[in-house]
């Protein structure tokens, strides 16, 4: 198997710093399409950091980074490929980040209208059935404010589901909702898993971790410290950090 020519992420040797703090070293890091990567570790440890590398809305100052084909390079060379991976790689956020003033379903339109050049009724018609798949179709008028956490969660997973992303990367994405809301939106996110989404999860969530990933990385003070499938990486890790960080938060 050609792996290189499959891998939708090439990360090799990434390093990231913010002034003089080393946040990733050496970071390897390959993801092949419909894979469910999870990333786990301490706060402060890097997961958002990396993340954000992959869609380049962090600068990184050495090491190569290819998604889905387009170079990124480091500290900030990289031109017209950062266009194109930000708009096929969908982001969603731990605060949900919609447009305040704009209603539900002029959220999930603005972008493919504006970016992708759609025409209002068919981005209209691409949102309504995003809406109805994450479970909130009766919501298209209302604004933001007017929803709960998790139905925002809905929206903003609906939002980004709309420009046909090639990968999907979430931060924390159920970790500002109240305890009641986090299901609905796992359930959104685990029925796009189904359907072979790639996706890179961070998520302190360790059921749906093990449920869904294909893969589990655990980052420790900006290095990958261990990682594997679900089953080896939380029943029988191999390094003693990634054991004491587990047996902090099972
Ligand atoms: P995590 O998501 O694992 O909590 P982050 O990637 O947010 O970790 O942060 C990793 C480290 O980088 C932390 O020490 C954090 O304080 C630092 N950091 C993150 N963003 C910035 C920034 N914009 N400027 C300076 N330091 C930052
Ligand atoms: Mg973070």
């Not at 990360?11 to 399409?33: A, E």
């Amino acid at each position: 198997m050609n792996d290189n020519a499959q891998q939708i992420v090439r990360m090799q040797q990434l390093n990231k710093h913010f002034g003089s703090l080393h946040v990733l070293k050496n970071i390897d890091m390959h993801i092949t399409p419909g894979e469910v990567v999870v990333v786990i570790g301490a706060s402060g440890s890097g997961k958002s950091t990396l993340i954000r590398c992959i869609n380049g809305l962090e600068e990184f100052q050495s090491g190569s980074l290819e998604v889905d084909g387009n170079e990124l390079l480091p500290n900030g060379k990289s031109g017209q490929a950062l266009q194109t991976i930000r708009t096929e790689v969908g982001m969603v956020f731990q605060q949900f980040n919609l447009f305040p003033h704009l209603s539900v379903i002029d959220n999930v339109t603005l972008a493919p209208m504006k970016v992708r050049g759609w025409n209002r009724s068919d981005a209209l018609e691409a949102a309504k059935r995003l809406l109805d798949r994450v479970g909130i179709a009766d919501q298209a008028d209302k604004y933001p404010s007017q929803l709960s956490g998790g139905q925002q969660q809905r929206v903003a997973l609906a939002r980004a589901l709309a420009m046909e992303p090639r990968l999907m990367l979430f931060d924390e994405p159920t970790s500002a909702l109240d305890p009641e809301m986090i299901g609905e939106v796992l359930d959104a996110m685990r029925e796009l898993a189904k359907e072979g989404m790639t996706m890179v999860i961070v998520t302190h969530e360790m059921g749906f971790a093990r449920e869904v990933a294909d893969r589990v990385v655990f980052i420790h003070q900006g290095e990958i410290t261990e990682e594997g499938p679900p089953e080896q990486l939380f029943d029988k890790p191999r390094h003693e950090r990634t054991q004491s960080f587990l047996a902090r938060v099972l």
